[in-house]
C-alpha cells in the first residue's frame, strides 16, 4: 500500500476564507480521490482527480467551491472555497491501486472546523 | 442512486460475545470493501470482497458477500477491547477494470466493547 501524507492535518478557519489541502503520495498513481466527512457521518466522495485531466466532481459538489488542482502522479490539492460553518469536516484523500482488483489507501484526513 | 445501509449504527458488546454487522446495497455490484476507521484516525483496509461467495478471514473478523441478496456481513468471533471502532463497507459500482472505481460507503458501525 501507498503511504499518503496530508497537510494540514487540522485547521480552523474564519467564515468567507479559503484553505488549500495537500495530498502527497511516496508512489505514483493514476488515479487520487478526495472525500468529505462530517462529524459523525460517513464518507462522501467529492471528486475524482486524474493526472493531466480536470477533475470529476460528484453531484452536490462544484468546481468553484471545490477546485482540485493534480500537477503530477504523486500530488493533488483540494481548497475548500468561501468557507461556512457547513464546511466543518474532514477531508481525506485517498489513492486506488491496481493488482487486479482496486483497492483504495486513506491518507490520514484534515480537520477543517469553519468558525 | 446507491444505497448502502448498515445495521446496527451503534453495538455495544461484551468481550468473548460475537455479533454480525450487516451491510446491504441497492444495486448490482460485486465488489465490497470493508474498513476500520479509529477515532481522529484515518480509514485502514479490512477486506476485499470481489465476488458471490467470497469470504474473507483475518483474527476475529470474517467478511462475506452475497451479491444475490446484496449483502455482506461481517462477523466478530469472541471480541476484545482492540476491536472497538467504527466499520464501513463500500460498494465500488464502476465497471470493472483499473480507473473505474466508484465507491459508494456505508453509514458506518461504531462498534464498543465492554470489557
Known amino acids: 500500500s501507498a503511504v499518503i501524507s496530508q497537510k494540514p492535518s487540522r485547521d480552523i478557519c474564519q467564515r468567507g476564507t479559503s484553505l488549500t489541502i495537500q495530498c502527497q503520495v511516496d508512489s505514483q498513481v493514476t488515479m487520487m480521490f478526495w472525500y468529505r466527512q462530517q462529524p459523525g457521518q460517513s464518507l462522501t466522495l467529492i471528486a475524482t482527480a486524474n493526472q493531466g485531466s480536470e477533475a470529476t466532481y460528484e453531484s452536490g459538489f462544484v468546481i468553484d467551491k471545490f477546485p482540485i488542482s493534480r500537477p503530477n502522479l504523486t500530488f493533488s490539492t483540494l481548497t475548500v472555497s468561501n468557507m461556512s460553518p457547513e464546511d466543518s469536516s474532514i477531508y481525506l484523500c485517498?489513492?486506488?491501486?491496481?493488482?487486479?482488483?482496486?483497492?483504495?489507501?486513506f491518507g490520514p484526513g484534515t480537520r477543517l472546523t469553519v468558525l | 442512486e446507491l444505497k448502502v445501509e448498515q445495521n446496527p449504527l451503534f453495538l455495544s458488546m461484551q468481550e468473548g460475545k460475537n455479533y454480525t454487522i450487516y451491510c446491504n446495497y441497492s444495486?448490482?455490484?460485486?465488489?465490497l470493501y470493508w474498513y476500520r476507521q479509529d477515532p481522529g484516525k484515518s480509514l485502514e483496509s479490512l477486506f476485499v470482497?470481489?465476488?458471490?461467495?467470497a469470504v474473507k478471514q483475518e483474527g476475529r473478523l470474517m467478511a462475506s458477500l452475497d451479491t444475490k441478496a446484496r449483502l455482506s456481513t461481517l462477523h466478530i468471533t469472541a471480541a476484545v477491547h482492540d476491536l472497538s471502532a467504527t466499520y464501513f463497507c463500500a460498494v465500488d459500482i464502476g465497471p470493472r477494470g483499473f480507473g473505474n472505481e466508484k465507491l459508494t460507503f456505508g453509514t458506518g458501525t461504531r462498534l464498543t466493547i465492554i470489557p
Open positions: 470482497l470481489l465476488s458471490n461467495g
Open positions: 485517498s489513492v486506488e491501486h491496481y493488482r487486479g482488483y482496486n483497492e483504495q489507501f
Open positions: 444495486t448490482t455490484s460485486d465488489r
